[in-house]
């Protein structure tokens, strides 16, 4: 396996413009949440893991962390059925949360997860996404802090994987799926 990765298109969002993003969202929530004492950031891992640790580099305020194990099926299509592998630890009662993940797809992740959250009572939950792909939206989703929209492209890197490949890439690529059907053919023989 050669470094990076053969499948990999063409970078999208560069290192640099991630970067200058990422800081500019951590100004903003250190911004916006000046007067919370109880600021906790909730990731959900795996995809959203590169994102949250930059990000609360930004954010200038004392604040929490804390993660949520969650995958939507199945296979390319999202079928709307979100799982809850491992639940957060940090009772949010009474806590200003922000939900954080690096992508917005169809959306039935983080509509999923805010319903359960909410039911929580938190003092406030916002939901914060690197990226939208915004044509492939099935649920009404509102993100308010939002990194980049982007076309409706196969991407890796910065935490987005295939088939958990490409996660560790600094930068967000597109994914040439001609070269990744020729370097993995799909196992015929499976299922
Ligand atoms: C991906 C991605 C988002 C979600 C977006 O996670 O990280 O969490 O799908 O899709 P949606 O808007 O259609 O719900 P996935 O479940 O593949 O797991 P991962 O984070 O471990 O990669
Ligand atoms: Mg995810």
């Given at each position: ?52 640790t ?21 296979g ?24 954080i993940?690096?992508i ?88």
């Open positions: 396996l050669k470094f990076p990765y053969e499948f990999i298109g063409e970078i999208l969002i560069t290192q640099e413009q991630i970067q200058q993003r990422v800081a500019d969202l951590g100004e903003q929530i250190t911004q916006d949440y000046q007067h919370s004492d109880k600021l906790l950031l909730l990731g959900l891992l795996r995809g959203s893991v590169m994102f949250m930059d990000l609360m580099r930004h954010i200038r305020r004392p604040m929490t962390m804390d993660f949520m194990l969650v995958s939507s099926y199945a390319t299509e999202s079928s709307g059925f979100v799982r809850i592998d491992a639940d957060h630890k940090t009772n949010i009662y009474g806590w200003d949360v922000i939900l993940d690096d917005v797809d169809t959306g039935y992740t983080l509509y999923t997860v805010r319903k359960l959250l909410l039911e929580r009572q938190p003092r406030s939950l916002k939901i914060c996404a690197l990226l939208d792909k915004k044509a492939r939206h099935k649920v009404d989703i509102h993100i308010d802090y939002l990194g980049f929209e982007i076309p409706d492209y196969f991407v890796v890197g910065y935490g987005l994987d295939i088939d958990e490949k490409g996660r560790n890439l600094p930068y967000i690529a597109s994914v040439d799926l001609e070269k990744y059907k020729k370097l993995y053919p799909p196992d015929e023989g499976k299922k």
